[in-house]
């Protein structure tokens, strides 16, 4: 018996896109709501590494890893950013 297959239902799509009926597969996943991004609508920041007040030496890492976000939360994490 015929039985459709869907390839891709666990694509994680881009929830931006989703928004505008398109389907976008996501590459990034946004560090601040969790929500799939599409290279498009990812937003690469550099954030400054946690630093100052906090009585926990937090983990540094050299370099810092990308971080994605996704256009709203850049917007408020670097104002203007993501325009
Ligand atoms: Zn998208
Ligand atoms: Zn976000």
Do not use: Q
Not at 63 to 71: E, H, I, M, N, Q
Request: charged fraction near 25%; include cysteine; aromatic fraction near 4%.
């Amino acid at each position: 018996m015929k039985h459709s297959r869907r390839t891709g239902d666990i694509m994680l799509r881009c929830y931006e896109c989703a928004l505008k009926d398109e389907t976008e597969e996501a590459v990034a996943i946004c560090i601040m709501c969790g929500k799939g991004i599409c290279m498009e609508h990812a937003h690469r920041i550099d954030l400054p590494i946690w630093e100052g007040g906090y009585p926990t030496p937090v983990k540094v890492m050299k370099k810092g890893l990308p971080r994605f976000v996704c256009s709203d939360c850049g917007n408020i994490l670097v104002p203007g950013a993501c325009e």
